[in-house]
């Protein structure tokens, strides 16, 4: 689980910070769970996102954060450069985040630009790559207290994920509703394993594809497998209520419309 700061009310507003812990000498798939103060949800940066200090935290040229493209693969790699490692080996001015290339050198000066204010909007699911035990990445900021609406990408995979402070069950989120919204037997979340293959895949049953092919009481989520069959009737079990994703966790979906989103209760 996550280490969750305490949140502090001023103004109907929330704010708090996450300690999203990293697998050890593995990779993580993760969400940020707070927008920074002042900040729109387009214009999250790098520099929100801040890796643990010391010794015993983000290795400087061996951990990194990597964008993904809509197949799986990484796209951008950034290394950073934390205030333990800056004051051993460079200058207070060097940390910041960088490509992962310069880091991944370990040069003996860092002439590199900063990638500091790389935009990775809130919602935007990523990779971390993280060698010590007990490494985390902090994100702190406000809590978005409505319902979040996380846009799809169509014909193609978004890594998306809980983007609140609490867990939320996979019962709690659900898709676009219609003809033009979530496919009951194409489209799917999955979860991810740490080398990035699929794990679980999930499938929905929206009211829109229940009322004109099935009952209303068959609404929800199953397992992927079900409704990729395109059953006459809908006779398994739907997906537990411990299929749960804690805060900060990422998956992929998969759709098939444009317009698409995925809802994700508040988290209040």
Known sequence: MAAVGAFAVESQNIFGYQNKELNESANSFIVQTFLPCGVTKENVTL????????????????????????????????????????????????????????????PDTIEAEKKDSTKIPFGTGFLVSSSAADNTLTFSGEVLQDEIALPLNESANTFVGNVTPVAVRLNQMTPTDGAAGWDYYMDFLATLKTNGNLDKKYGYLSPYWADKYYEAEDVGWYDYSVLAEDPDTIEAEKVPDTVVFNPGDAFLVSVSNGGVELLVPSAL
């Open 47 to 106: 520099a929100d996102f801040l890796p643990k200090d010391g010794a015993a935290g983000w290795d400087y040229y061996m951990d990194f954060l990597a964008t993904l493209k809509t197949n799986g693969n990484l796209d951008k790699k950034y290394g950073y450069l934390s205030p333990y490692w800056a004051d051993k080996y460079y200058e207070a001015e060097d940390v910041g985040w960088y490509d992962y290339s310069v880091l991944a050198e370990d």
